[in-house]
Each structure stands twice: as structure tokens, then as C-alpha cells.
């Protein structure tokens, strides 16, 4: 098992940055694929960006990929999502997971492990 803590939201303005950090309670460079989802009110829970174990490989939804970046410090036993160029549509808790396959996953079913969520909320 592996506990999962989010941190690093908040309220910012339309175009501002902001980082997310996930730190896991345990090693998860070869033993778990990471992801960050995230969910606005009223909405299901929606695919952000993961980031394989096995060999580092990313890949994020289409309406983030030009603006954020997941990355992992295996020394940390973290991952990061760095958001930038934000927009209002951004707002939502964003919720960080782990799943053991080898590639990561954008279906929310297939982590067994989640984080308890961070607020991000983007005023225009």
C-alpha cells in the first residue's frame, strides 16, 4: 500500500503558475505509475496527466498538455504537476494517484490509491 498527500493548491489569477506536489508514504519510482486527476463541481473526475514507472514516459490530457507538466523526484518520493498559463475552467480539487502498471492510466477505476485532494481555483 501507499498513502498519498497533495499539497500546494490555492487561489490564483487567470495566467498565473502554480505547482502541485504528491508525496507518497513509500518508493514508488518502479513500483507504481503516477497520475493527477482532478474535478470541478458537478463534474466526473477527469483525466490530467500521468507519468509511467517504468520508464518515465508522460502524457497529459489535450486541454493541459500545452500548460502543465507532471515530473517525479524518485528521491523524494514525489510528483509535481507545474501548471501554468491557468484558466478559470482549471478550477477543481485535484487528486493525486497510483496504480502498479507499467504505463500509467487516464481511467480513474483502474488507481487503487488516491490522495485526499487539493483545491485549485482560478479567478478571471
Known amino acids: 500500500q501507499v498513502q498519498l498527500v497533495e499539497s500546494g493548491g490555492g487561489l490564483v489569477q487567470a495566467g498565473d503558475s502554480l505547482r502541485l506536489s504528491c508525496a507518497a508514504s513509500?518508493?514508488?519510482?518502479?513500483?507504481?505509475?503516477m497520475a493527477w486527476f482532478r474535478q470541478a463541481p458537478g463534474k466526473e473526475r477527469e483525466f490530467v496527466s500521468g507519468i509511467s514507472r517504468g520508464d518515465g514516459s508522460t502524457y497529459s490530457a489535450d486541454s493541459v498538455k500545452d500548460r502543465f507538466t507532471i515530473a517525479r523526484d524518485n528521491a523524494k518520493n514525489t510528483v509535481y504537476l507545474q501548471m501554468s498559463s491557468l484558466k478559470p475552467e482549471d478550477t477543481a480539487v485535484y487528486y493525486c494517484?497510483?496504480?502498479?502498471?507499467?504505463?500509467?492510466?487516464?481511467?480513474?477505476?483502474?488507481?487503487?490509491?488516491w490522495g485526499q485532494g487539493t483545491q485549485v481555483t482560478v479567478s478571471s
Open positions: 513509500r518508493r514508488t519510482s518502479s513500483t507504481y505509475s
Open positions: 494517484a497510483a496504480v502498479s502498471t507499467y504505463y500509467s492510466s487516464s481511467y480513474p477505476s483502474d488507481y487503487a490509491y
